[in-house]
């Protein structure tokens, strides 16, 4: 293919994106929406993983010894704790280190600070390595000998848990139906601009163009059309994004819940955006040109 052509291409392509003014602009239009509805899902299963990562690295079980334990045997049921599958750590804390520990926390309660520990028993933190088997890991802890209670955040990790596989799942789903409309949608706005071109490229079939040389300016319009797409989606995207983690961040309700910065994914979100956008674009133009065509 000669250089020179790339020119000839590119001026074609943009030349048939104002051919269809509506239809282009209902192009432009729907793979926008499929590209934000895309995202804003995405976003979602990243953030809950997030968050979720960061509840792995600071739930902690509390396992209380039984009272009637003496400290060298409360420390023993150190070893028999680490071994319990998906346990990733098990701190002993004894009775004087827990109180000393409450008067940190909360060093305002001044009627707290003179208690006995002998009120407290002797506990173990324990941090897991998945959440999601954080239940069968707190059946395996109750049921060593000498441990009398467990207090777990077991609501917080599920419903955790819930949201991120909610929102990979409908994510996927969405990925594949909105992309299979948007390369529909692409692909009879191309088809509109071959069929009023239908004359033009039989005569350059005549003349022995090849189909190669024909179909390259749809592509360019398709490439661009997905292109402008995508960067009109990750505007907005970059928009709703902030607007939403602003308002999760201003929430006294919400504020259990860390959203990540877009600074933090704007790369990732920019690549994959014009990645799909373009991909969109390319294969609706190149399915409706090989119809065409009958290639």
């Known amino acids: 293919m000669a250089r020179h052509n790339f020119g000839y291409f590119a001026r074609e392509g943009l030349r048939n994106m104002f051919s269809h003014g509506f239809m282009t602009f209902a192009t432009i239009g729907i793979t926008v929406a499929c590209l934000l509805i895309m995202g804003t899902f995405t976003l979602v299963a ?110 917080v990790a599920d419903g955790f848990i819930a949201i991120r596989n909610v929102a990979t799942v409908v994510c996927v789903a969405l990925i594949v139906v909105l992309f299979v409309v948007s390369v529909f949608i692409t692909s009879n706005t191309v088809k509109l601009t071959t069929f009023d071109r239908r004359e033009e490229i039989a005569i350059m079939r005549m003349v022995g163009a090849t189909n190669g040389f024909i179909r390259w300016p749809f592509v360019y319009e398709g490439f661009l059309l997905g292109l402008l797409s995508a960067g009109i989606a990750f505007g907005l995207q970059w928009l709703l994004y902030t607007a939403v983690a602003q308002g999760v961040d201003t929430n006294d309700t919400l504020q259990l819940i860390r959203v990540l910065q877009f600074e933090q994914l704007w790369k990732p979100v920019a690549i994959t955006f014009a990645g799909a956008g373009m991909l969109i674009g390319v294969g609706g133009s190149l399915s409706a040109i090989r119809q065409f065509l009958r290639v």
């Open 46 to 155: 990243v953030n809950a993983d997030a968050n979720l990562r960061d509840l792995e690295a600071e739930n902690e079980i509390l396992a209380y010894v039984d009272e009637h334990y003496t400290e060298g045997q409360a420390k023993a049921l150190q070893a028999e704790l680490e071994k319990i599958p998906n346990v990733a750590s098990a701190t002993y804390i004894s009775k004087e280190q827990a109180m000393e520990d409450f008067v940190a926390n909360y060093p305002d309660e001044a009627l707290f600070h003179n208690l006995d520990p002998e009120i407290l028993r002797d506990r173990y933190s324990i941090h897991v390595e998945d959440l999601e088997q954080q239940g069968a890991t707190l059946r395996a802890i109750d049921a060593v000998k000498g441990i009398d209670d467990i207090t777990a955040y077991e609501e």
